[in-house]
């Protein structure tokens, strides 16, 4: 009914017939709102019905005395300024309704309790929340994955891109080549995706984990400190801070944004370091190559390995590839210190597909990364080894942007020498159903999934 005085002043505009237009308009809304009636009925009325009462009360007015013309125009008057405070306070809700909070804003209140707090998020987003997807172990060794006295002598090791909150396109309104195409803004705000990052890493119970794109460390921290982890960081890229000014310029205020690192987190009860941490500063070689080396002992049985991770560079053309290649061998070969000929278990996000790319380029840094040929690294990619068709994934991460659809395998776990590890399982990845058609979604709070793998050591030679 607001919509519709609104309307009806806008037809009227000489103030005087308001009074009787509105005698007759609302006998004719009455009809519309009397018992039987649906909602559909009232937001049908006609308004060329009332446009014709109007005309008829402008006819008879003239037979109206001075005294009661005047208490119209007062009526009319009141009824314009009610119709148009209706209109400010619908355009005062509708800009409360549109306005997005700010990066890294968390707009509950925290126990910091994992548990508690996830329930707090279940209960805001009611209907739209939705439990995590459902995914399996793809166990090769059944005698050690079921013997949980043995998993002491074993590691698991998660890869996960988390999508930094600063990338998500969660804070702004105006859509860019970026921006995730089909995905509701609610569950890519970190209030909703924060705490889902959370469950994704602890459900699984990781020794290692390694993250790409985190800008929320100290927040994940006040969570996963919990669960005994401890994190090791070095930055990544500055490409947040092009968002941040955009940001700033389409808000209208200055917006600080925390930087993309790596993370390792490390389980300190199972596992302590073992040797000098190498953070390894992207503006400080000539690759533009990032990365976090850290040596770690096992602690029940003294074997050492050292556990790396890096993100590479994004772009997907030829040019983007040759880069990538120049940094994967920039950081395995040039950096990465390895004095005492540490297995090493590699982490990482390589924007690399492991076959020829759709866009009509070779996978020349997935290749000379595992190239056993003379200028080959030798690396061994855990989930192909133990797959059924010796193929990696199809896919580990799957979203829509303005080019189109992107589902591919850039994310991996490999080792340099596979005679060390014995691998019992790997985490499966989710079959993306019709229901959830690209990520990030209300199911899961990345563009990328996590791997997973455990790996038993094999007798020392």
């Known amino acids: 009914l607001k919509r519709f005085f609104w309307k009806l002043h806008q037809l009227n505009r000489m103030g005087a017939t308001v009074t009787a237009s509105l005698a007759k308009v609302g006998s004719t809304v009455g009809t519309y709102c009397c018992p039987g009636s649906s909602a559909q009925d009232v937001n049908e009325v006609d308004l060329t019905e009332t446009q014709q009462l109007i005309s008829n009360n402008k006819q008879t007015s003239g037979a109206t005395d001075d005294a009661e013309a005047q208490q119209q125009d007062d009526t009319g008057d009141a009824d314009g300024n009610v119709a148009v405070d209706v209109v400010a306070e619908e355009k005062k809700e509708d800009e409360q309704d549109s306005q997005l909070p700010l990066p890294g804003a968390f707009m509950l209140e925290r126990t910091l309790d994992l548990k508690q707090d996830l329930a707090s998020v279940k209960t805001k987003y009611a209907d739209k929340y939705s439990e995590l997807m459902d995914r399996e172990w793809n166990v090769i060794n059944r005698k050690v994955f079921d013997d949980e006295k043995r998993h002491a002598d074993t590691v698991k090791v998660m890869q996960f891109n988390m999508l930094a909150d600063g990338l998500s396109g969660a804070y702004s309104n105006i859509e860019d080549s970026k921006s995730f195409i089909g995905v509701d803004k609610e569950c890519l705000q970190w209030t909703y995706r924060g705490l889902r990052i959370c ?28 669960f005994g982890y401890e994190a090791y960081q070095q930055k990544s ?30 389980k300190l009860e199972k596992l302590k370091l073992f040797g000098e941490i190498q953070k390894i500063d992207y503006t400080q070689n000539s690759a533009n190559v990032n990365g976090l080396a850290i040596p770690l002992q096992c602690v029940q049985n003294g074997r050492t390995f050292i556990v790396v991770t890096t993100h590479l560079k994004s772009t997907k053309t030829e040019q983007g590839e040759e880069i990538r290649k120049e940094q994967i061998n920039a950081l395995l070969v040039e950096q990465l210190k390895n004095d005492n000929h540490l297995p090493v278990i590699l982490c990482c996000d390589l924007n690399a597909n492991p076959v020829r790319n759709k866009n009509g380029y070779d996978a020349m840094c997935y290749d000379a990364l595992t190239s056993a040929e003379e200028n080959g690294l030798g690396y061994k990619s855990v989930y192909k ?17 303005e080019q189109g659809v992107d589902k591919h395998t850039i994310d991996y776990i490999f080792v340099n020498d596979e005679s060390v590890w014995d691998i019992v399982a790997v985490l499966g990845i989710p079959v993306v159903d019709a229901n959830v058609a690209t990520l990030p979604a209300w199911s899961y709070p990345s563009d990328h999934f996590s791997l997973c793998a455990q790996m038993a050591w094999k007798p020392a030679p």
């Open 199 to 226: 469950e994704e890493i602890t459900r699984f119970e990781p020794d290692i984990v390694c993250l790409q794109e985190c800008d929320q460390v100290a927040f994940l921290m006040e969570y996963l400190q919990k």
């Open 237 to 266: 890229s500055d490409t947040i801070q092009s968002v941040a000014t955009k940001l700033s310029k389409e808000r209208g205020q200055e917006i600080t944004m925390p930087d993309c690192n790596v993370v390792i987190l490390v």
């Open 385 to 401: 080894l133990v797959s059924a068709d010796g193929n990696e994934p199809e896919y580990t991460t799957y979203k829509q942007r």
